[in-house]
């Protein structure tokens, strides 16, 4: 069984640095993309980012191009989410993700639990 346990989330100001963690339990972690999704208030939950199983490929929205960034330790058999110059509309949940491709919400296999990011001054 596959499990995501996502933390990191905090409260941090504007043009400040928080780094996320997903540990993948299971083992899909070598076969399946993983990476982020949030949820602002109020809004629907957007695609953040992506990395391959190989490590090699990383993919991300246009909104967090050049501030966040996707990695992952297989030996730790976790990926991070590097996010820097944050901005008040980067508030919301995040929730790890992984499954065959999640540039898009109905290719994901399995979810995290969410953890909160608050960007505020």
């Known amino acids: 069984q596959v499990q995501l346990r996502d933390s990191g989330g905090g409260w941090v100001q504007p043009g400040g640095s928080l780094r996320l963690s997903c540990e993948n339990s299971?083992?899909?972690?070598?076969?399946?993309?993983m990476g982020w999704f949030r949820q602002p208030p109020g809004k629907k939950r957007e695609f953040v980012g992506q990395?391959?199983?190989?490590?090699?490929?990383?993919q991300y929205a246009d909104s967090v191009k050049g501030r966040f960034t996707i990695s992952k330790d297989a030996a730790k058999k976790t990926v991070y989410l590097q996010m820097s110059d944050l901005r008040p509309e980067d508030s919301g949940v995040y929730y790890c993700?992984?499954?065959?491709?999640?540039?898009?919400?109905?290719?994901?296999?399995?979810w995290g639990q969410g953890t909160q990011v608050t960007v505020s001054s």
């Open positions: 299971g083992r899909t972690f070598e076969s399946h993309y």
């Open positions: 993700a992984a499954g065959p491709i999640i540039s898009y919400e109905g290719f994901v296999d399995y």
């Open positions: 990395i391959n199983y190989s490590g090699d490929y990383t």
